[in-house]
């Protein structure tokens, strides 16, 4: 699936929207298999983000995130 | 999946159920753009679960005879092929509806059936969460869908107010 590249610099936040509209069409458009295959591949990140998001939400739920605020 | 789909065609012919519908997470994603759902909800008529005259519900003869093949129930599902797999027994008359008006669709060389977007919009619409909501939005804008049909569904089913509460929620 390539993407055409874009500009960021020259886009609006129309543009942004409107691109993000066309992929989402362009995804739903596509046959059913691969549309399960990208949903394998979204349920393999989600595992392997899973320990990830546990140990922040141990961290958040006992407070101890850092929050760095860059000044300079 | 296909292997899923397969094994879910052979227990409706062996009788374990006389119909069966995809509906939930992967029946949107059949109509719209996928995005990660970790089940399949199988649409079931509730009379292939209903034991005795008191109307209670029991999904043992589907997970015993899932067993049998070498498919475990884990959590509230059975895991067959990688896939957990949700026995949901059509008990609201959208969930009834949905599965009546399944339309057939194919995955690989597999025939199967699925919700069609006017009654699974319907249902999501039903079950009311803000997921769900996102969902209806998305089958809407996705333009597979008949919203004549759709909003006769949803006068026949007592969710009028539902969908002014969904309309509601567009306005910015």
Known sequence: MNTPDFDLSKMTVEDLFRAKEARRKRLADLPFEEKIEIVKQLQELSRALKPIRETNRAKRAAGKVEIRIKTK | ?172
């Open chain 2, 1 to 172: 999946m296909e292997r899923v789909l397969q094994v879910l065609n052979q227990m409706q012919a062996d009788g374990v159920v006389e119909e069966y519908a995809i509906g939930g997470g992967i029946a949107a994603i059949y109509y719209i753009e996928p995005y990660d759902t970790k089940d399949l909800d199988i649409f079931i008529p509730v009379s292939a679960v209903a034991v005795g005259k008191a109307g209670l519900l029991s999904l043992e003869p589907i997970y015993s005879y899932l067993k049998n093949l070498g498919y475990p129930a884990v959590k509230e599902g059975v895991l067959i092929e990688d896939w957990l797999v949700q026995f949901i027994p059509a008990s609201e008359t959208t969930q009834e509806g949905a599965l009546k008006n399944a339309r057939s669709a194919k995955y690989g060389n597999t025939e199967t059936r699925i919700f069609s977007p006017e009654w699974l919009a319907a249902e999501l619409l039903r079950s009311g969460r803000l997921k769900d909501y996102a969902r209806v939005e998305a089958l809407i804008n996705s333009g597979k869908l008949d919203m004549k049909t759709f909003l006769g569904i949803v006068k026949k089913h007592g969710l009028s107010d539902k969908w002014n509460r969904f309309l509601n929620k567009l306005e910015p």
